[in-house]
């Protein structure tokens, strides 16, 4: 059971890209400890259908490529709460196609680049921006969902991961503009989470190599990431601010070859 630091009692969340994936699971999780959510989406009618699910919850559309949908959106749902407590910038610029796109910098499509900055930075920077008055009446905090490709090297995703970079560049910065005025600005890093859009994505031979590299034999699950997510947005985090929560299971904690060595030894186990 919950404790009062987790609970989210009298206190709005809004969660972005919240009608799938780890922004759905979030906002379910978020409404069971006691939150009302607004579930903010490109995909409208699936965040009305999630929203009608949910007791107390709204669905607003966003588009965070316009700057005055970002806006709209948030000033949108603190009119219709009379306050803003959280908001978890989960939305990011997916999908098959983008994912096939978004290779090596010597072969990046220059309109792929921006469109992935304007969604994954500017776009975020923007809900940031306007939700920030809003957080400072309440003391409220921000949750920026980033990736662990943030932090390491791939041979793909290069213009998504360095978008995510930025955005924990923004995360501290946040948090150190605003921490003495109550805001607290955190980061959470999920690795390769099974979500219908991952499966679209990627397919399962991939999955397996990343999967292989889990220190807990298992892609995350959703739920998994919306954990993460309540804690770093609770007051159970009250001390928490301008960090980087790794989610991955592990994936990015360990030397290069572990699976080479974990295969090496498997006779002596």
């Given at each position: 059971m919950a404790t009062d ?11 972005t890209?919240g ?11 978020l409404t069971?400890?006691g939150?009302?959510?607004?579930v903010?989406?490109i995909?409208l009618?699936?965040?009305?259908a999630?929203?009608h ?5 709204i ?7 316009s700057e ?11 009119q219709?709460?009379?306050r803003?407590?959280v908001l978890h910038?989960?939305?990011a610029?997916?999908g098959p196609?983008i994912?096939q ?5 010597e072969?990046m ?13 500017r776009?975020?920077?923007?809900a ?11 003391r409220g ?7 662990n ?15 995510k970079a930025?955005?924990i560049?923004m995360?501290r910065?946040?948090?150190a503009?605003?921490g003495?005025a ?6 959470l890093a ?8 991952l499966?679209?994505?990627?397919p399962?031979p ?9 220190l807990?034999?298992q ?10 997510a ?5 007051e159970a985090?009250r001390?928490?601010?301008g960090?980087v929560?790794?989610?991955d ?6 030397v ?5 060595f974990?295969s090496?030894?498997?006779g002596?186990q």
């Amino acid at each position: 059971m919950a404790t009062d630091a987790t609970r989210f009692d009298g206190k709005v969340v809004i969660v972005t890209g919240g009608a799938g994936g780890i922004g759905a699971a979030t906002a379910r999780l978020l409404t069971q400890r006691g939150a009302q959510v607004a579930v903010a989406d490109i995909a409208l009618e699936r965040a009305e259908a999630l929203a009608h699910q949910l007791p107390g919850a709204i669905a607003v559309a966003l588009d965070l490529e316009s700057e005055a949908s970002t806006e709209a959106m948030v000033r949108t749902v603190a009119q219709h709460f009379g306050r803003i407590d959280v908001l978890h910038n989960n939305a990011a610029l997916l999908g098959p196609d983008i994912a096939q796109a978004d290779g090596d910098v010597e072969h990046m499509v220059t309109a792929l680049w921006d469109r992935t900055y304007a969604v994954n930075v500017r776009g975020t920077m923007i809900a940031c921006r306007t939700a920030l008055p809003f957080l400072r009446e309440v003391r409220g905090n921000i949750v920026n969902t980033v990736s662990n490709l943030a932090l390491q090297g791939h041979i793909i995703q290069a213009a998504y991961s360095s978008s995510k970079a930025a955005v924990i560049q923004m995360t501290r910065a946040i948090a150190a503009s605003h921490g003495r005025a109550g805001v607290r600005c955190n980061a959470l890093a999920p690795g390769m989470t099974m979500t219908p859009a991952l499966r679209d994505a990627f397919p399962a031979p991939l999955r397996a190599v990343v999967e292989g590299e889990t220190l807990r034999n298992q892609l995350g699950d959703p739920e998994d990431i919306a954990e993460a997510a309540a804690f770093l947005a609770s007051e159970a985090a009250r001390n928490i601010t301008g960090q980087v929560l790794v989610c991955d299971g592990g994936g990015a904690s360990h030397v290069p070859g572990l699976i080479g060595f974990r295969s090496f030894f498997a006779g002596d186990q």
